[in-house]
């Protein structure tokens, strides 16, 4: 495609649940990011991809976070037992490797009753 | 760490005005890359312009220029002729190393007609 894809736009979830967050990368980038962005803030690194592993799981900020791109593509964000604190825009970006720029989806708005 | 500063959290000006945005940084590092994004109420985060640390000279794309004071550490954008369009928020953020881009908090910009 021609740009960073994520599905869905929006997800209502409600507390304790399990949610998942879809990436489509740009064909051809193999480094993929994941970032959070809650109101009124600057995006906040979660995980970085290199191909299929991840190089830098950092950001997440506990177990309940995991994420996988078993392809070296698609990349999904999971998120466990899901609190009110987690509600926030998730952005995904790719970009051709090392310093390059980060090119980024239009994000996902997950809303925690 | 290194951390992104932006002191300004909100400006508005006139159309065809000029208008500056302040960023500064903090790091020990002297190879770096810093970037300019802006985000629209779409939530889709677009890269402005681009500066990597070992060029002097200033990045310029179109209506877009930088002042980029490496020893001040200091990263600034100029909007030449401003257009409603270029109303969003703005993002000044910093990649070295690590690959995660760290951001700033943000400058909400108003272009009025």
């Known amino acids: 495609g021609a740009g960073v894809s994520q599905t869905p736009s929006n997800k209502v979830t409600e507390k304790g649940k399990y949610v998942e967050l879809r990436c489509d990368p740009i064909?051809?980038?193999?480094?993929l990011y994941w970032y959070r962005q809650s109101l009124g803030q600057g995006p906040e690194f979660l995980i970085y991809f290199q191909g299929t592993g991840a190089a830098d799981d950092s950001g997440l900020p506990n177990d309940r976070f995991f994420a996988v791109r078993p392809e070296g593509s698609v990349s999904t964000l999971k998120i466990q037992r899901t609190e009110r604190g987690d509600s926030a825009v998730y952005l995904c970006?790719?970009?051709?490797?090392?310093?390059?720029?980060?090119?980024f989806g239009p994000g996902t708005r997950l809303t925690v009753l | 760490a290194q951390t992104v500063t932006q002191s300004q959290p909100e400006m508005s000006v006139q159309e065809a005005e000029t208008v500056t945005l302040s960023c500064t940084y903090d790091?020990?590092?002297?190879?770096?890359?810093l970037f300019w994004y802006k985000q629209p109420p779409s939530r889709q985060m677009i890269l402005v312009i681009r500066q990597e640390a070992y060029k002097q000279q200033n990045a310029t794309e179109n209506r877009f220029s930088v002042n980029f004071q490496k020893a001040a550490k200091s990263f600034s954008l100029k909007i030449s002729d401003s257009q409603l369009g270029d109303t969003a928020m703005y993002f000044c953020a910093f990649i070295q190393g690590a690959q995660k881009l760290v951001f700033g908090q943000g400058t909400r910009l108003t272009i009025n007609p």
């Open positions: 064909s051809g980038h193999t480094a």
């Open positions: 790091t020990s590092e002297n190879n770096y890359y």
């Open positions: 970006a790719s970009s051709t490797g090392l310093a390059d720029t980060q090119y």
